[in-house]
């Protein structure tokens, strides 16, 4: 499986990398890897700079990418650090040339990393300008042959509007690629969701920071909101 993480994830209240998050996410990480599963991980890195943020204004737009893929490699190096306190081997793979900080990212090196049972963790996107972290997510998983791509969010599940603002929001069980297209839904951006679309990747979104969420998810219980491609008759999604 591939865990795409926003930024966002990785704060609080208080700091752009909270500790205790980020110790949460790594617990998780750690539990679902020591039962065999294959895991990457997607960072992104708007707790700390996003090229397309009002920070970035009057700022060239390559340039200000390049400073979020920066901010992903930041956040990637918290991650690894917390995941290998818990005994876990991991990798930090960098589309964004850094020798000294993390790999270069190589596709076969990463699967191979993976069959070893390290957490390999994604960073700098895809080392270039106008593409999202949730491009880069869906990428990854393709390359790597990942299964799913699994979304941790704030709340538990895709909803038609802001749940936390709204009670009377409504959660959406399972949509398909092109409701999320159609409907304007937040899951990932239009580009990674044709990537999954066209590659039949199914996507879910779940609530990241519920203890136990992560291998809930990959036993399959019926938690999140299921993205995926339309069901035969007579199938199941």
């Known amino acids: 499986m591939l865990l795409k993480l926003s930024g966002e994830a990785f704060a609080d209240a208080e700091s752009s990398i909270s500790p205790a998050i980020v110790h949460s996410i ?16 997607v960072c992104g890195g708007g707790n700390i700079f996003r090229g397309t ?8 737009r390559s ?21 290998e306190k818990q005994g876990l081997q991991t990798r930090v793979q960098s589309a964004v040339s850094m ?3 993390a790999e270069p990212y190589i596709r076969r090196r990463a699967i191979r990393h993976l069959e070893k049972g390290r957490l390999v963790i994604f960073a700098g996107g895809l080392g270039a300008p106008y593409f999202s972290t949730d491009t880069a997510a869906a990428q990854r998983a393709l390359e ?23 009670a009377a929001a409504i959660k959406f069980a399972d949509l398909t690629y092109l409701d999320v297209l159609s409907m304007g839904l937040k899951v990932m ?17 779940f609530e ?11 036993e399959g219980e019926d938690i999140g909101t299921l993205v995926h491609a339309p069901v035969e008759e007579g199938a199941q999604p």
């Not at 990480?29 to 294959?38: F, M, N, S, T, Y």
């Not at 969701?193 to 879910?204: E, G, K, Q, T």
Request: proline residues 3%; aromatic residues 2%; negative net charge.
């Open 26 to 41: 790594a617990k998780q990480l750690a539990e679902v890897v020591d039962r065999g599963v294959q895991v990457g991980v």
């Open 189 to 205: 951006d239009a580009t990674a969701i044709s990537l999954c679309m066209d590659n039949r990747l199914p996507i879910i979104v």
């Open 144 to 166: 790597v042959g990942a299964e799913a791509i699994l979304k941790g969010t704030g709340v538990d599940g895709v909803y038609d509007r802001d749940p936390r603002g709204d």
């Open 53 to 60: 943020a009002p920070q970035a204004a009057g700022m060239d």
């Open 99 to 101: 020798q000294e900080l």
């Open 63 to 83: 340039s200000a990418d390049q400073m979020g893929m920066l901010a992903t490699v930041i956040n990637a190096l918290s991650l690894q650090d917390a995941v």
């Open 208 to 218: 990241l920071l519920r203890e136990g969420n992560i291998w809930r998810v990959v």
